[in-house]
């Protein structure tokens, strides 16, 4: 026997999951321009990027650039399951597979590729696998909104808990929109907080992200973005020509 208001908190979760699941089919393609700060202690990066993806054919592209001297710091192209990167600064050009490919070991920015990588798409990052979903309708829970104001959010929470032990906490405004996911698992926490979101041709796309992971965070400030715009093929391919003299790293 179902417990009183039981039905109407699955009904809320799987609500709330479909939020996140429509905004994602929504976007196919995206290209975007941002300027990113990573901070991790007293040691501060800040590249300009490039994104552009391909969501239906599993296409991405993410460019990094020094931010004063506009120099090319990093290519990395992922086509379904292989990734290639390039490193400018090394000459070094890499292949491998996405389940090997570590971002930290190309860029020296410690957050989980896919979090990250989701995150710059825009998107709230789901994890795969055998999972229990369900929505915490008790009290009032809190998020940075908007400006850094602290709005009360209620029957807007979204709880993923995985056979592993992760929990995953995802916070909605009154308006049905993300603003808040929190990663959490036996060795660490990551927190994403989606700050602005702009009206992208009918979308509510996140424009200022932040990623904290312990010490370090991450912010990106989106400049330009284009949605559901056919993507060229030449962007997601590099000239042979363009990688002379580079040298081919394992």
């Not at 490919?101 to 989980?112: A, G, H, K, S, V």
């Not at 009360?152 to 808040?180: C, H, M, Q, Y």
Request: hydrophobic share 40%; proline share 3%.
């Amino acid at each position: 026997m179902r417990k009183p208001g039981a039905a109407a908190t699955e009904q809320s979760a799987e609500e709330l999951l479909g939020i996140i699941e429509a905004q994602d089919m929504s976007v196919k393609s995206m290209a975007g321009k941002s300027l990113v700060v990573y901070r991790d202690g007293d040691r501060v990066v800040s590249p300009k990027a490039t994104i552009a993806a391909d969501k239906e054919g599993v296409r991405y592209r993410l460019d990094l650039f020094d931010y004063v001297f506009n120099k090319h710091l990093m290519t990395l192209i992922r086509l379904g399951e292989q990734v290639s990167a390039i490193l400018y600064f090394k000459k070094e050009y890499r292949e491998l597979s996405y389940d090997d490919f570590r971002f930290e070991d190309l860029t020296q920015i410690t957050i989980p590729k896919d979090i990250l990588l989701s995150t710059m798409l825009g998107e709230v990052y789901l994890r795969g696998g055998e999972r229990k979903v369900y929505a915490d309708d008790e009290g009032a829970h809190y998020a940075e909104v908007g400006s850094g104001a602290r709005g009360a959010l209620k029957n807007r929470v979204l709880i993923i808990e995985a056979e592993s032990g992760s929990r995953d906490t995802i916070l909605f405004d009154d308006k049905g929109i993300p603003v808040e996911a929190r990663y959490s698992d036996d060795r660490e926490t990551h927190l994403v907080r989606f700050l602005k979101h702009k009206n992208i041709d009918g979308t509510e796309f996140p424009v200022k992200i932040t990623i904290e992971s312990g010490p370090r965070m991450l912010e990106i400030n989106f400049t330009e973005v284009k949605l559901n715009r056919i993507t060229p093929e030449n962007a997601f391919t590099i000239p042979d020509a363009s990688l002379q003299g580079f040298a081919r790293v394992e």
